[in-house]
T-cell receptor, first 110, second 114 residues
Framework: QKEVEQNSGPLSVPEGAIASLNCTYS??????FFWYRQYSGKSPELIMS????GDKEDGRFTAQLNKASQYVSLLIRDSQPSDSATYLC??????????FGAGTRLTVKP | EPEVTQTPSHQVTQMGQEVILRCVPI?????FYWYRQILGQKVEFLVS????????KSEIFDDQFSVERPDGSNFTLKIRSTKLEDSAMYFC????????????FGPGTRLLVL
């Protein structure tokens, strides 16, 4: 069973729309969850972290966590062409062992 | 803004050769990490390092890999006898603490094994 699963996409949304990215994880004891953005050929860049059930908002980004369903999501409001990238869901298994999903490729069309 | 740096940016080597990838973590960070990303695949955790010893390692981090902090600033990943399948982007990261602390990634070293 894969530890972290994401739809690979590509997900295409028009500029100004809401992009919704989803992630499920298999390890029930995981407590820390992260969304990273990765542009082609570049390193992952942290967008948001979330540790408690519910929503966490930061600017145009909202992360949602449901530990009972082992589900994490990321909403991007007012999507911009510069948001076009691969979005990586990551789950901390132990204190330092972070496992990534394969990523969802997002394209925002002007 | 402090950042993680890595050298070299690209490395080409022959199968069976040893390579050393270098990283300079953010100066006040205590935890250091290596990840790899094979082209078109996911980022994979290799190892974490704290207080001059390995904290955790994945199933990928076998005997051909080793890590070291040879001085106060550098953090290295050594691959003893490279294989074709070691070709990947290798990312170093660092964090202030473990757990929920943000891991900051370096720009990566692209390793090609011929």
């Amino acid at each position: 069973q894969k530890e972290v699963e994401q739809n690979s996409g590509p997900l295409s949304v028009p500029e100004g729309a809401i992009a919704s990215l989803n992630c499920t994880y298999s390890d029930r004891v995981s407590q820390s969850f992260f969304w990273y953005r990765q542009y082609s050929g570049k390193s992952p860049e942290l967008i948001m972290s979330i540790y408690s059930n519910g929503d966490k908002e930061d600017g145009r980004f909202t992360a949602q966590l449901n530990k009972a369903s082992q589900y994490v999501s990321l909403l991007i409001r007012d999507s911009q062409p510069s948001d076009s990238a691969t979005y990586l869901c990551a789950v901390l298994l132990g204190g330092t062992d972070m496992r990534f999903g394969a990523g969802t490729r997002l394209t925002v069309k002007p | 803004e402090p950042e993680v740096t890595q050298t070299p940016s690209h490395q080409v080597t022959q199968m069976g050769q040893e390579v050393i990838l270098r990283c300079v973590p953010i100066s006040n960070h205590l935890y250091f990490y290596w990840y790899r990303q094979i082209l078109g695949q996911k980022v994979e955790f290799l190892v974490s390092f704290y207080n001059n010893e390995i904290s955790e390692k994945s199933e990928i981090f076998d005997d051909q890999f080793s890590v070291e902090r040879p001085d106060g600033s550098n953090f290295t990943l050594k691959i003893r006898s490279t294989k074709l399948e070691d070709s990947a982007m290798y990312f170093c990261a660092s964090s202030l603490d473990r757990g929920a602390e943000t891991q900051y990634f370096g720009p990566g070293t692209r390793l090609l094994v011929l």
